[in-house]
C-alpha cells in the first residue's frame, strides 16, 4: 500500500514550547506505527543559514526592522530549499510524515510583523508565490500555532539563557518587536487556517501533556 507524505507544522514564538512539543508528538505518532521524520529551521548546522545567522546576530543592523521583510524572507526560505534539496525530499517522496519545528510560516509571522496591516494580504499572497511555487517547497497538511502569552515566553526564555540577556538575538531581546509578532501570528493564522493551540492561562504555562493532547486531537 502507497504511503500519502503528510507535512504538520509546529509554529509558535521563542519560548512557546515547540521544540519539547515537537519532540512528544513524534514519540507519539510513532508509538501508533507511524513513519515519521522530525525536523527544525533554521538549520544551524547547515552553511545555508549563514545570511540567517548574520541577520540574527545584528550584523545587519540591531534593529529587526533594518532589514526588510522581503530581504530577510529570503535569507529564511533558501536555508529552507537546502534542507528540503539536501536532506528531507526523500523521506516526504517515500510517504514518511515530516514534522516540523517552525516553517515557511515563520516567515508569516516574524517578517509580516514589519508590514502596516494595509500591505499584510500582499505580502501573504508574495510569500506562498515565492516559497510553494517558485521554489516548489512542500505546502503544509496542517499548521498548529503553539500561542503563550508574551509574559511566559519572556520568562522561558531567560530561563533558557539563564538570565544573560546578551545570549538572545535580535528578535528574542526587542519585546516590542516580539509583541508585534504574536498579533502579526494570530492575524497569519486567520488568513491561513491555521489551529491555535493556547499553551498558558493567566501568566501561566499549561502542562505539558495537556498541551501534547491536544495537538494530537488535532492530527
Not at 538572545?168 to 508585534?180: A, G, M, N
Not at 498558558?200 to 502542562?207: Q, T, V, Y
Amino acid at each position: 500500500m502507497l504511503r500519502v507524505s503528510r507535512l504538520i507544522v509546529l509554529e509558535g514564538l521563542d519560548g512557546s514550547g515547540k521544540a519539547t512539543q515537537t519532540r512528544h508528538i513524534c514519540r507519539a505518532l510513532e508509538e501508533r506505527g507511524e513513519a515519521v521524520r522530525k525536523i527544525s529551521f533554521p538549520d544551524y548546522e547547515s552553511p545555508s543559514s549563514s545570511l540567517i545567522k548574520m541577520y540574527l546576530g545584528g550584523e545587519f543592523g540591531a534593529d529587526p526592522r533594518a532589514v526588510n521583510p522581503y530581504q530577510a524572507s529570503v535569507f529564511y526560505a533558501v536555508d529552507r530549499v537546502a534542507s528540503y534539496l539536501k536532506d528531507w525530499k526523500k523521506d516526504y517522496d517515500a510517504g514518511r510524515t515530516i514534522l516540523t519545528d517552525r516553517y515557511t510560516t515563520s516567515n508569516a509571522i516574524y517578517q509580516l510583523s514589519k508590514l502596516e496591516e494595509g500591505r499584510r494580504e500582499e505580502y501573504l499572497r508574495w510569500l506562498e508565490e515565492l516559497e510553494y511555487k517558485k521554489l516548489a517547497l512542500p505546502k503544509p497538511d496542517v499548521v498548529l500555532y503553539l500561542d503563550v502569552e508574551p509574559e511566559v515566553s519572556q520568562q522561558l526564555l531567560s530561563k533558557r539563557y539563564s538570565g544573560d540577556q546578551a545570549k538572545k538575538d535580535i528578535h528574542e531581546r526587542d519585546l516590542s518587536f516580539l509583541l508585534t509578532c504574536r498579533e502579526a501570528a494570530l492575524y497569519a493564522a486567520r488568513h491561513g487556517n491555521w489551529i491555535v493551540v493556547r499553551c498558558s492561562h493567566e501568566g501561566k504555562m499549561n502542562s505539558e501533556d495537556s498541551i501534547t493532547r491536544e495537538i494530537l486531537s488535532h492530527i
